[in-house]
């Protein structure tokens, strides 16, 4: 099977800083993939190299076989890419339900809205409860919610997560995670996960890659990975 995204032997930073040194993974449809590591390894800053919003040096990022590259990140987001990123970002003045329709900003999207929306709260129940609140007065895990609804109302071939449990409460980072395996297992949507929590990220995903200092210094099946002494040495014994 041809991979739905690819990244390759990726060199990327920020202006004069360079923090990815020649990465490469791939997300095949329907997979979930998790991109762990400690912090300041890299990780958002991969997702946000496949968006398009570094300093690219080297290497390729393909969508479905189509190279992006040299694409600006509103058209990258056009093909399917959706970036959940890090601390949020949802349009606080505005209510719920504006927020996900705002979500659903290209054509195709807003033509699937309703259905979109059905999903959307099926998996996030109180978001319906919620759909006329002003967002800015959400709590942190329902505004985590509403920042994943609206990625999802832009029907993403690739949802791109960027430690979307932090700051939870371990209860709520356990509905998060069944939220995820729904999303994946009824309706189809394909993940890349950057994750904090090391072991549940492997229990949920098919695969996955281990990054450090702007380098995948492991990567495979999220079986096999757990069984990794090196792995479990550094992330999963408490
Ligand atoms: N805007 C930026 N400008 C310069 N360096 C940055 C910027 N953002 C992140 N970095 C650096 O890039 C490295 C990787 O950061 P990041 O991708 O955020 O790691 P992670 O998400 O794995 O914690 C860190 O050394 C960080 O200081
Ligand atoms: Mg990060």
Redesign the pocket.
Request: negative net charge.
């Given at each position: 099977m041809s991979p739905l995204l690819e990244i390759k032997d990726v060199e990327a930073?920020?202006?004069p800083?360079v923090?990815l040194h020649g990465v490469s993974l791939r997300v095949d449809r329907g997979e979930i993939v998790a991109l762990v590591?400690?912090?300041?390894?890299?990780?958002?800053?991969?997702?946000?190299t496949i968006v398009g919003l570094t300093t690219l040096y080297r290497g390729r990022v393909v969508l479905d076989g189509r190279d992006v590259t040299r694409e600006p990140p509103h058209a990258r987001v056009g093909r399917g890419l959706a970036l959940v990123p890090?601390g949020r970002g949802i349009f606080v003045p505005l209510t719920v339900l504006e927020n996900l329709r705002l979500g659903a900003y290209s054509r195709e999207a807003r033509a699937k809205m309703d259905e979109t929306l059905e999903m959307v709260f099926s998996v996030f129940p109180r978001l319906k409860e919620r759909r006329n609140q002003i967002a800015g007065t959400l709590s942190g895990e329902e505004s985590q919610m509403l920042a994943i609804g609206r990625a999802l109302m832009s029907r993403p071939r690739v949802l791109l997560l960027?430690?979307s449990s932090q700051g939870l409460a371990p209860k709520i980072v356990e509905e998060l995670f069944e939220v995820f395996r729904r999303l994946n297992s009824e309706w189809g949507v394909t993940m890349l996960l950057?994750e904090q929590h090391v072991k549940r990220s492997l229990e949920l995903a098919n695969r996955a890659y281990v990054?450090e200092s702007?380098r995948i210094v492991l990567e495979g099946e999220s079986g096999e990975l757990m069984r990794n002494e090196m792995l479990r040495k550094a992330y999963l014994v408490v």
């Open positions: 930073g920020y202006g800083f923090v590591g400690p912090n300041g390894a890299g990780k958002t800053t991969t997702l946000k890090e960027d430690e950057v990054m702007g």
